[in-house]
């Protein structure tokens, strides 16, 4: 049988209101996400037993071992068949663009398809927070910890993303929160036009940008270096850090700022392409 291959975008808060706290310590969002073009790619090749594999550019560091949420995510759906995975990192770990996260939920749709078995029945929310809205890679307003997932209409958002190399654990950014009963995002309206729709992200926000910033101030520098390229309409944090992303009008203005941005800070990570519903590039398929 030929093996399947999956596509695990990134994920990007394009704002992040903290609203609350519950009882076991876990906070209340309401965020707006979007996921990018580009992400981590798996691949499940038919196999006696389990295994996995990382390679790719962001792979150091990543634990090939049982803590991998792609493994942690194979754990969870019924069938006994293995699989020998290869995750291919591109995106930075703990960055706040979802990428276990993303990885858990490519995992959970490719052995769906492998194994003829359906999903879990919290949609992998016991793997992390991030993991349901992954699961169906479309803009969504995401409250509750992540398990309220209501789809948007957004257009295009071209954007350029940057991570400055640091690195931010989301507990410690959580924890240095001063403030946790904030106002939740305005309503959502119907967006004429990308400006449009960045107009009104400007006055939303990323509540988690200030703690993170404290934490790393490599983040003030990137969102500096987002704000200041020509065309940049809105720079923010995603997630809880320390990937920024900068949002433009159209996507040949994304792809000249990134250009420009790479070629001057080319020890920082960074991306370019539309974010949006990414649900038929990550259909998972055989090769
Ligand atoms: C902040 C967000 C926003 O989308 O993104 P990332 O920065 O991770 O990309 C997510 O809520 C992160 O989701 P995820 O990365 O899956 O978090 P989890 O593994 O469930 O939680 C890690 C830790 O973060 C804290 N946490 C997480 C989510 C939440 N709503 N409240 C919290 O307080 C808790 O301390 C928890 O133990
Ligand atoms: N498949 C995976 N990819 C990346 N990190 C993983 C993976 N599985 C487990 N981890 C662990 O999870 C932590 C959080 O990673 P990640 O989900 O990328 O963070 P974030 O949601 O903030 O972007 C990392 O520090 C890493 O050790």
Request: proline share 10%; charged share 15%.
């Amino acid at each position: 049988m030929p093996p399947i291959e999956v596509f695990a975008p990134a994920k990007v808060n394009l704002a992040l209101h903290v609203t609350g706290r519950r009882e076991d310590g876990y906070h209340l969002l309401d965020s707006l996400v979007a996921f990018a073009p580009f992400g981590d790619h798996l691949t499940l090749a038919p196999a006696p037993v389990l295994s996995l594999t990382v390679t790719g550019p962001e792979g150091a560091g990543v634990p090939e071992g049982p803590e991998n949420l792609v493994l942690r995510a194979a754990a969870l759906l019924p069938g006994g068949q293995g699989a020998a995975i290869t995750l291919d990192k591109r995106l930075p770990a703990a960055s706040g663009i979802g990428g276990g996260s993303s990885d858990a939920a490519a995992m959970l749709r490719g052995l769906a398809l492998l194994r003829g078995a359906s999903l879990p029945e919290d949609r992998g929310l016991e793997l992390g927070a991030d993991v349901p809205m992954c699961l169906d890679p479309r803009p969504a307003r995401v409250r509750g910890i992540g398990e309220d997932i209501a789809p948007v209409t957004l257009p295009p958002l071209p954007a350029v993303l940057v991570n400055p190399r640091v690195s931010v654990p989301t507990p410690a950014v959580f924890k240095a929160l001063t403030a946790r009963d904030n106002p939740p995002m305005a309503p959502i309206p119907g967006f004429a036009s990308t400006t449009d729709c960045i107009d009104w992200l400007a006055g939303q926000r990323n509540d988690l940008e200030a703690p993170a910033k404290a934490i790393a101030p490599g983040i003030a520098a990137a969102l500096s270096a987002l704000a200041t390229l020509p065309g940049c309409g809105l720079a923010r944090m995603s997630g809880s850090g320390a990937t920024c992303f900068g949002l433009f009008a159209t996507l040949t203005e994304a792809e000249t700022a990134f250009t420009h941005l790479r070629a001057t800070r080319p020890e920082w990570w960074s991306a370019c392409g539309a974010l949006g519903d990414q649900r038929t590039l990550s259909q998972a398929r055989r090769a």
